[in-house]
């Protein structure tokens, strides 16, 4: 079931004027919802994952002050030594709110990951931890966990801390064994991602997904942007303009909270006005169906202006992995060709949207620049024309996934 087909998708889409309901409608289905238990599975993966190249050092995104350092600590004396065993608290509300808001659950399952003798993990800890003992070297790979980066400011706001701390600037440095940092979270917003990729710290960013915005799920931004304006919620939100804080427009939601990056349609109640994640709670929808994937893939393709290719029954016949490559290949075909807008318009995830350029590139279907090729288009003609068979796009593939031999 979509989220617009839902009661409460209903009831939400029952405020606005009719001849708004279709963008409505749009903006609610382009909505990635992603269940608390599959945000947990995916981080514990990925941070089992990376602990296996070394040992990690796990801290929870939170909010730090402009000038902090994150190990706040120095030895007595000249020399600006950080010291102490523990690092910044997991949990910290935010403005002295009695509220926990996603570092909540991210707190819970990083405690829960720490105590597994199987993953090589430090819970927060400080600097005295961070340096090497007689049982073992050093912990110099660090990793700030979230569950979403929107504006990026928070972690931004983490980074700048943590290079404020002379003692991990020097660990930075190091020749033999630098300091690397990693920021493991479930999606990012294209601005956000940028954003911290751009840090002095060099950081390693590590998303599945890229979440679709109001600015990027097709390519005439404006009806969203009228329709957020236009009805957003009165009195405005203190840190939030009509579109989400730092005008991000995100358009995802966990089961555990919706962001305040996205509109505030979505999230912040007014006089005349009831939002669909009402104090930014999402667990009214962890439990939806949800919808159909031959659905989801047919609308992602007639935002790419492909009506033949969305046809349900011409999709049903694919399997999940060609449907990614059709959508994909569509996606490039309409002109996008950075890996993160192709992942934020076509939802698949980072990793396969990487794997499958490679897999275009070798089979030669898109360009070294990353346009579309004669030979990538006449796949899409194919594919819209031929009957597709239930094979799946190989995994080694440089073989096509529209068997030659089926074509009239």
């Not at 902090?68 to 004396?77: E, H, I, M, S």
């Not at 794997?355 to 819209?384: D, K, M, N």
Request: hydrophobic residues 40%; positive net charge.
């Amino acid at each position: 079931m979509r989220i617009s087909e839902s009661e409460k998708g209903q009831a939400w889409l029952g405020q606005f004027r009719p001849e708004h309901v279709p963008v409505a409608i749009r903006l609610l289905d382009s909505l990635l919802f992603v269940r608390t238990t599959e945000f947990r599975s995916w981080i514990a993966e990925e941070i089992t994952r990376q602990a296996q190249n070394g040992r990690l050092a796990l801290y929870g995104e939170r909010e730090f002050n402009p000038n902090a350092r994150f190990f706040p600590d120095l030895q007595p004396g000249k020399v600006k030594r950080a010291i102490g065993a523990k690092g910044p608290p997991l949990v910290k509300p935010t403005r002295g709110s009695p509220y926990v808001g996603s570092e909540g659950i991210v707190a819970q399952l990083l405690s829960e990951l720490a105590r597994r003798k199987d993953i090589a993990a430090l819970l927060t800890p400080g600097p005295d931890r961070l340096r090497p003992i007689k049982s073992r070297g050093p912990t110099h790979r660090l990793a700030i966990v979230t569950d979403m980066i929107g504006s990026g400011t928070r972690i931004y706001r983490m980074l700048d801390a943590m290079w404020r701390t002379e003692t991990v600037r020097s660990w930075y440095s190091h020749d033999r064994l630098p300091l690397e940092v990693l920021v493991i979270a479930y999606a990012t917003s294209p601005g956000g991602r940028e954003r911290i990729l751009g840090h002095r710290l060099g950081p390693q960013v590590i998303v599945r997904h890229v979440a679709p915005t109001i600015w990027d799920i097709e390519p005439d931004e404006a009806p969203f942007k009228t329709l957020c304006g236009y009805y957003e919620p009165r009195p405005p939100h203190d840190d939030a303009g009509p579109y989400g804080y730092g005008d991000a427009g995100t358009l995802i939601a966990f089961g555990h909270g919706c962001p305040n990056t996205a509109p505030p349609i979505l999230w912040n109640a007014g006089r005349d006005w009831k939002p669909l994640f009402p104090e930014r709670s999402g667990v009214d929808f962890d439990l939806l169906d949800r919808p159909s994937q031959t659905a989801d893939f047919g609308r992602r393709l007639l935002a790419l202006n492909k009506p033949r290719l969305a046809d349900a029954d011409i999709l049903a016949r694919f399997g999940s992995f060609s449907r990614e490559a059709l959508l994909l290949l569509a996606a490039i075909s309409h002109g996008l060709r950075d890996s993160v807008m192709l992942a934020s318009r076509t939802g698949v995830e980072v990793a396969r949207i990487e794997s499958l350029l490679f897999t275009f590139r070798a089979a030669g279907w898109i360009a070294t620049s990353g346009a579309i090729t004669t030979q990538g288009l006449a796949e899409l003609r194919a594919a819209a024309r031929v009957l597709p068979t239930q094979r799946d796009i190989p995994i080694d593939a440089v073989s096509v996934y529209f068997p030659k031999s089926l074509r009239g």
